[in-house]
């Protein structure tokens, strides 16, 4: 049974920072695309960031330069760290895991709220 279990969000101020932590089971996890997407109300859901099994990164515009996305093949688990948070990066965030076959998974949410 494949689980991606989300953990680290909250409420930060503005220019705060926070980690997200997605913890996966019951996939060959180094072979899997991880990424992060968030969907904030009445929004469709966007990518954040994602990474490869090769270690290659992408992110969305909105966050290039203050999100970093990385993985721990060890420890099964993707890490997406914010940092110079916005009010507009509230949403929730999910973690998502690619297979190289084209099946994917998602993780049930974790909500980030930015707000002072």
């Known amino acids: 049974q494949v689980q991606l279990v989300e953990s680290g969000g909250g409420l930060v101020q503005p220019g705060g920072s926070l980690r997200l932590s997605c913890a996966a089971s019951?996939?060959?996890?180094?072979?899997?695309?991880m990424g992060w997407y968030r969907q904030a109300p009445g929004k469709q859901r966007e990518l954040v960031a994602r990474?490869?099994?090769?270690?290659?990164?992408n992110a969305g515009d909105s966050v290039k330069g203050r999100f970093t996305i990385s993985r721990d093949n060890a420890k099964n688990t993707v890490y997406l760290q914010m940092n110079s948070m916005k009010p507009e990066d509230t949403a929730v965030y999910y973690c998502?895991?690619?297979?190289?076959?084209?099946?994917?998974?998602w993780g049930q949410g974790t909500q980030v709220t930015v707000s002072s």
């Open positions: 019951g996939i060959f996890f180094s072979t899997y695309t």
């Open positions: 990474i490869t099994s090769g270690g290659s990164t």
């Open positions: 998502n895991a690619l297979a190289p076959t084209g099946y994917d998974y």
